[in-house]
């Protein structure tokens, strides 16, 4: 398998302009995280799915982000409209279920700039 | 709600340093215990995890126990590498459920020649 995948690797856009981020994650795997990473905050948990349902959006951190998960191979983060503040690396991560806590494989993160 | 605290960094070594970077959390329950890496543009990758009680994780020389006592999953290696240099994250995993990963801050080490 070719490990979660995420695009674009890079985005740079002007603030007011909707952003989509994809991921696809591994195979067979039935969890799904979305994490922004900054210096500030350092790693934060957005919204995670099981099965593709989402099941904690807590980390939303504004109305003006969204996320779904229309299958069990692919997943969206749109952020409308976006920010300065919003400039930080997002990573998508998949799990399997199963016992013994499997890990989380992470992708290598979206770098989004706002300007 | 369940969290983890980890030293601050950055951590500078010279190479064949031992290390060791602090990580204690609060959680109710038996939550797993993870220790994650970070290489400059790169995702996160599992080191080693423990999931119970005394249980000592490891790999790639680096070690941790889960102390269950204490509360803490401290990372060590006797020997540092120039190559070791990253950001390390420690976590952990709720017990039963939907089980989310909670991260640490992360902790950023540097190993000088």
């Known amino acids: 398998d070719a490990g979660v995948i995420q695009s674009p690797r890079h985005e740079v856009t002007e603030m007011g302009q909707e952003v989509t981020l994809r991921c696809k994650p591994i195979s067979g795997h039935d969890y799904l995280f979305w994490y922004r990473q900054t210096m500030m905050r350092g790693l934060e948990l957005l919204i995670y799915?099981?099965?593709?349902?989402?099941?904690?959006d807590s980390g939303m951190p504004e109305d003006r982000f969204s996320a779904k998960m229309p299958n069990a191979s692919f997943s969206t983060l749109k952020i409308q409209p976006s920010e300065p503040r919003d400039s930080a690396v997002y990573f998508c991560?998949?799990?399997?279920?199963?016992?013994?806590?499997?890990?989380?494989?992470f992708g290598q993160g979206t770098r989004l700039t706002v300007v | 709600g369940n969290s983890v605290t980890q030293m601050e960094g950055p951590v500078t070594l010279s190479e064949e340093a031992f290390l060791t970077i602090n990580c204690t959390y609060t959680?109710?329950?038996?939550?797993?215990l993870f220790w994650y890496v970070q290489y400059p543009g790169e995702g996160l990758q599992l080191l080693l995890k423990a999931t119970k009680a005394d249980d000592k994780g490891s790999n790639k020389g680096f070690e941790a126990t889960y102390r269950k006592e204490t509360t803490s999953f401290h990372l060590e290696k006797g020997s540092v590498q120039v190559s070791d240099s990253a950001v390390y994250f420690c976590a952990l995993s709720e017990s039963g459920g939907y089980n989310k990963l909670i991260f640490g801050a992360g902790t950023r080490l540097a190993v000088h020649p």
């Open positions: 799915f099981n099965n593709n349902v989402p099941i904690d």
């Open positions: 991560a998949s799990r399997p279920v199963g016992t013994g806590s499997p890990e989380a494989f």
């Open positions: 959680a109710t329950g038996y939550p797993s």
